[in-house]
DNA sequence: CCGAAGTGCATGCCACGGCATACAGTCTAG
DNA sequence: CTAGACTGTATGCCGTGGCATGCACTTCGG
């Protein structure tokens, strides 16, 4: 009973690998741009897809509705976000980045793209990278195909 | 410049599968057991590690030490762990699990690799994970060797 | 058209983690 | 031995996310 099965320890290498990461990288963001990891994933989206709307950000990252509106306020707040009205549905808002929004977002790209590869290049060999790739990029199809781990509100 | 580096896909998809696979995980375990992951996830160390610090579960885990602190303030609030001073240091006590606590760990570690076993199967094909454990075993190992995302607290 | 059901989002309350700080206990130089 | 540096943990304040709710708008059945 004290076995960990095979799924066991996919999880957790998984966990931890991504926790550390990912405060590694929020680390960086913020110190060098004042943003958190999560703002970061926000403006990087919105500038790869353009006018979306708050529920397309929030399935996008798995975090639940209103707390992507509240991070949209935080960004907008700070003028790097603007919210527009959606032509084909009221009840929404279409999101864009602004100007200060897309120099903020390119200057981050650049330190995340060097963070990563600071923190990358010595872990993982580039054969052990390309073996990764299709296995989570399936993973990630297959749980996002399924509507898995979306919070509710 | 809009082009998407292997770092970032990779980064990308690991993030995603994580957040996805660590809240559908959570949202079972508190439905069945009212324990949140990271509860789980420290009750579950603790079965494997008895006497542990709070050091040592912040480490393990990559959360600040207050955090850790709180958390195991709340375990031992619900009669779950315990903290007996430590012999060889007076300034931190050890972590133990006390019976219900362990009757809790066995009920959810059960749970959890039910729920597990559902969300990765279908997702997941047993080569595809044997593929996949080492290289998320040695990325785990360089980040954790090297001290990466450890918070500061 | 109209009302009821459905959808998209904003907001309030709460739980939890980060960070700064405080403090008790330990270690080290002398 | 002892002063000062150091270490391990607890605690307070704050930011962020989850979930429940409310409201505006849309859609659908008649």
């Known amino acids: 009973m004290a076995c960990t099965s095979a799924n066991e320890q996919l999880f957790d290498h998984l966990v931890r690998c991504e926790t550390r990461l990912y405060n590694a990288v929020g680390e960086r963001l913020k110190a060098d741009h004042g943003i958190v990891a999560s703002q ?45 009205p959606n032509p084909e549905d009221r009840r929404s808002s279409l999101i864009e980045l602004t100007p200060a929004g897309r120099d903020l977002v390119a200057a981050a790209e650049q330190t995340f793209r060097e963070q990563l590869e600071t923190l990358l290049a010595p872990a993982i060999t580039d054969d052990q990278a390309r073996t990764l790739m299709p296995v989570l990029a399936a993973l990630r199809h297959a749980l996002e195909q399924r509507n898995i781990g979306l919070p509710t509100g």
């Open 40 to 84: 970061f994933e926000f403006l990087r989206y919105l500038g790869r897809h353009p006018r979306s709307r708050v529920a397309d950000i929030a399935t996008t990252f798995a975090v639940g509705i209103g707390a992507t509106s509240k991070g949209i306020d935080r960004l907008e707040a700070r003028r790097w976000v603007r919210r527009v």
